[in-house]
């Protein structure tokens, strides 16, 4: 297993569910100590979605139905947070990480994703920082969400960046179950368009940094064949 080195697959648009298995299939490596396990950054969008964290019992099966009417999924998961979405326009990363090899306890490492996002940010020229609640922040509107989950100290899950998403999905919901806070995203600071693809670079520079980890870029075919065969495999258990 690597020490430090962060192998990257970026999946363009996967369904919440899909992503979900990869990111198992990859902690159970990890979580075995498996030869072949490698700390590993799934970077992607979503289609629209909406999720819940550990405290799913606070959203009926009536929320359910009333969200999905809009057009999204719903899914409820074992991430720490509460309600949030996920959609187009949307940089997510899930790093599955065991975190001995980073030498961060959990609470070290959100603050490393946190900063991670704050000097991306900063590069665009646009003044974010943390607060009491977790995430990353744009006076009181959130910028980028973060959930993770620990399970013998390797993590799955991760962070939202609001690059170009619509902000009316947030409208349905209280993200994050924060009151009296809001939602931003890069191109609302900027007056522009920016895009998850000009937004997944610069991320990808400042996590490595943060992390002080060496990235290694698995290529289109290679992601391709490899997401092909876990989600087949995963397919076929569950038959």
């Given at each position: 297993m690597s020490s430090a080195v962060l192998r990257v697959l970026c999946l363009g648009t996967l369904p919440y569910n899909k992503a979900l298995i990869l990111q198992n299939f990859y902690c159970e490596q990890l979580v075995a100590k498996e030869p072949s396990?490698?700390?590993?950054?799934?970077v992607l969008q979503h289609p629209p979605v909406y999720t819940t964290g550990i405290r799913s019992k606070e959203y009926s099966t009536d929320d359910e139905f009333r969200l999905k009417s809009f057009g999204a999924d719903f899914c409820r998961t074992n991430r720490g947070g509460l309600i949030t979405f996920h959609g187009p326009g949307q940089l997510v990363a899930y790093p599955i990480l065991n975190l001995t090899c980073y030498n961060k306890n959990i609470r070290q490492f959100v603050s490393a994703i946190e900063q991670s996002i704050i000097s991306v940010c900063d590069e665009l020229g646009v003044l974010a920082s943390t607060s009491p609640?977790?995430?990353?922040?744009?006076?009181n509107n959130k910028i980028c969400a973060i959930g993770l989950h620990r399970r013998q100290n390797v993590t799955t899950h991760g962070l939202a960046l609001n690059c170009n998403v619509d902000l009316k999905w947030f409208d349905h919901i209280v993200p994050c179950g924060i009151l009296d806070k809001g939602v931003t995203s890069i191109s609302k600071e900027l007056g522009r368009n920016f895009s998850v693809e000009e937004g997944t670079g610069l991320f990808l520079s400042q996590f490595s940094k943060t992390m002080n980890s060496p990235l290694i870029i698995v290529d289109e075919q290679e992601t391709k064949k490899e997401v092909s065969t876990i989600l087949k495999r995963a397919f076929y258990e569950k038959c």
């Open positions: 396990a490698l700390n590993t950054l799934l609640h977790t995430g990353v922040w744009v006076g």
